[in-house]
């Protein structure tokens, strides 16, 4: 069964630099994600992509933030210089269409910690 | 409070007996969908319910949603161990872009 991949698994960095999560959406699915969850919270929504722009994004994703789609499989999450309250597990989903009985297939997540 | 939120916040029961969650929400929503996290791991989607619809059955789960009251429950009948996690509900408005808010999250216990 198709799957949602996410690498690294586990992201250590220092405060103030640059972090790119990376993500391979399920083949045929249009409609990208990105969530968070810090430890022991819920899960926030941070952006949505469809059709290589952001269609809607949280007040989370600041400019500090940003979204590619660099090719057609990859869709990544930058966080230009990361902050400790950045640290988190990031989630990336997808889905093959916007219709209301369609699921969204979350990725294992990656686990970032700033140090 | 916030969109999607569950009760109870913890939940402990023997193994082969049911459980039920509560989830509660603010605004008007094309689904909502339940979602489950054994700890400090990925969320696996369980199932989704239409605002059109009133209850829903996959295996040993069924959801109801009460969209008068804004609110749906999730019942696990005859629990196992490997039923422990968390559960959460999320809700997609009516913004067509798919954005999830999630629940708190119900965290489930069930003892052998």
């Known amino acids: 069964e198709p799957e949602v991949t996410q690498t690294p698994s586990h992201q250590v960095t220092q405060m103030g630099q640059e972090v790119i999560l990376r993500c391979v959406p399920i083949?045929?699915?249009?409609?990208f994600y990105w969530y968070r969850q810090i430890l022991g919270q819920k899960v926030e929504f941070l952006v949505s992509?469809?059709?290589?722009?952001?269609?809607?994004k949280s007040e989370i994703f600041d400019d500090q933030f940003s979204v590619e789609r660099p090719d057609g499989s990859n869709f990544t999450l930058k966080i230009r210089s990361t902050k400790l309250e950045d640290s988190a597990m990031y989630f990336c989903?997808?889905?093959?269409?916007?219709?209301?009985?369609?699921?969204?297939?979350f990725g294992p997540g990656t686990r970032l910690l700033v140090l | 409070s916030q969109q999607g939120e569950e009760d109870p916040q913890a939940l402990s029961i023997q193994e082969g007996e049911n459980a039920t969650m509560n989830c509660s929400y603010k605004?008007?929503?094309?689904?909502l969908q339940w979602y489950r996290q054994n700890s400090g791991r990925g969320l696996v989607h369980l199932i989704l319910?239409?605002?059109?619809?009133r209850e829903k059955h996959s295996g040993r789960l069924r959801v109801t949603l009460d969209t008068s009251k804004k609110s749906s429950s999730l019942l696990i009948t005859a629990s196992r161990a490997a039923d422990t996690a968390s559960y959460f509900c999320?809700?997609?408005?009516?913004?067509?872009?798919?954005?999830?808010?999630f629940g708190q999250g119900t965290t489930l216990q069930v003892k052998p």
């Open positions: 989903a997808s889905r093959p269409t916007r219709t209301a009985q369609e699921t969204q297939y």
């Open positions: 083949s045929n699915h249009l409609y």
């Open positions: 992509f469809y059709n290589n722009e952001i269609s809607e």
């Open positions: 605004t008007s929503i094309n689904n």
């Open positions: 319910i239409r605002s059109n619809e």
């Open positions: 999320a809700t997609e408005g009516s913004s067509n872009t798919g954005k999830l808010i």
